[in-house]
Each structure stands twice: as C-alpha cells, then as structure tokens.
C-alpha cells in the first residue's frame, strides 16, 4: 500500500490534484479540471486528469462517491497518516510485531 501512495505522491499534477482537495474537498472532476486551468495554468484534457484520479484512489488517497448524475472526490489522509506513524511514531502498538 505505501508503495503505491510513493507511486501516486511521485506525480507533480497529482500532488496538485491533492492540494486542491485540501482547500475544497469533495469536487467534481470538472471543478478539479477549472481549478488546475485556473490556478496553475494546467491545460490537460478531462481524461488526463480522470487518470490521475484513478491513481490517486487506487493509493487509497481519494475516495470517491456518487450523488444522481455527480461524481464527487474527497481527499483520505489515512495512507499519509499511515506512513508517518510508520517512521515518525514507530512505537505506536499499530508498528508493534
């Protein structure tokens, strides 16, 4: 699991997936595409943006849920959260053998 939140994190564009999320969670994915036009001048296709999406919930980084015709996309800090106990809190009785 960490491996592919390092694989995810590796990413500029998703990192900035992931910045937006913190200051507005729960966006569609056009808002996400507006946001990333808009702020940071990133030009890429719905597509694109859908796939790094799709990386980033495969890390367990975004949850997405459903609501009627609307896909909403909300950040989950529990894999960062996850790694930092790991080698910042590593006598937590989660890292315990």
């Not at 808009?38 to 597509?47: A, E, F, P, V, W």
Request: proline share 5%.
């Amino acid at each position: 699991m960490a491996e592919d939140v390092f694989k995810a994190l590796a990413d500029p564009t998703r990192r900035r997936i992931l910045d937006e999320l913190v200051e507005r969670n729960g966006q569609t994915l056009f808002e996400i595409c507006a946001r990333l036009v808009t702020k940071h001048g990133l030009g890429l296709s719905r597509q694109a943006i859908s796939q790094h999406l799709a990386v980033l919930e495969s890390a367990g980084l975004v949850l997405s849920r459903r609501e009627g015709r609307y896909k909403f996309h909300d950040l989950n800090t529990e894999p960062l959260e996850q790694i930092v106990t790991r080698w910042l809190r590593p006598d937590t009785p989660e890292n315990s053998p």
